[in-house]
């Protein structure tokens, strides 16, 4: 089982901060998953890398995989209360193993 | 286009009791799989099926079931509820050009 760790588990920012959120394994993955998810609803998809050393950009998100696809962070710039929610990172082929998650409230 | 639908949204059983939940995934996708979230915990693997055959399998007892139909929806069959069985079951369907999965609303189970 390729595990992720995801930190930290709580963030907490008033709004127009800057956030970032790590996601780590000691396994390889040919790429990762970053998913957004709100209360009682299903994790929505927000960009795959998958390439060593990407970094890919959504508006205010940039995301970014390490060179040895190792781990991936996301940051967030001047967040927003729409922002607040669980970020869920994953990897693997078929069989997605997801990290625990990390929990961002955006204060207004 | 429609997305991944999910029935029913919630459904409340007793210990030892049956369920069945369905997953219809998006038009054009034969993959579904299959997960289990619990509270403050991210999804875990149950089962995957392509093309109506079973891909893989989670670390989840005999107790879980699927299949998948004709039309590649999928029902996910769960025998004899235990109190730890209550979560959100999130149905995910696989653009495999992308090799990348998008989620149902999921059905909230709660085992009384």
């Known amino acids: 089982t390729q595990l992720l760790e995801q930190s930290p588990q709580f963030l907490s920012i008033q709004e127009g901060e800057n956030l970032t959120v790590y996601c780590n394994s000691s396994s390889v993955f040919s790429s990762l998953q970053w998913y957004r998810q709100e209360p009682g609803e299903g994790p929505v998809l927000l960009v795959t890398v998958v390439t060593g050393g990407e970094v890919k950009k959504l508006k205010r998100l940039t995301f970014q995989f390490g060179d040895a696809r190792k781990d991936s962070s996301l940051h967030i710039t001047a967040a927003q209360p729409g922002d607040t929610g669980l970020y869920l990172c994953a990897g693997g082929d078929y069989k997605l193993s997801f990290g625990a998650g990390t929990t961002v409230t955006v204060r207004a | 286009d429609a997305g991944v639908t999910q029935s029913p949204t919630h459904l409340i059983k007793t210990r030892g009791q049956q369920v069945t939940l369905r997953c219809s995934p998006i038009?054009?996708?034969?993959?579904v799989s299959w997960y289990q979230q619990v509270l403050g915990q991210g999804p875990q693997f149950i089962f995957q099926y392509y093309e109506k055959e079973e891909r893989g399998r989670g670390n989840f007892p005999d107790r879980f079931s699927a299949r998948q139909f004709p039309n590649y929806s999928s029902e996910l069959n769960v025998n004899a509820l235990l109190l730890g069985d209550s979560a959100l079951y999130l149905c995910a369907s696989t653009d495999w050009a992308y090799n990348e999965q998008f989620f149902g609303p999921g059905t909230r189970l709660t085992v009384l």
């Open positions: 038009s054009g996708h034969k993959s």
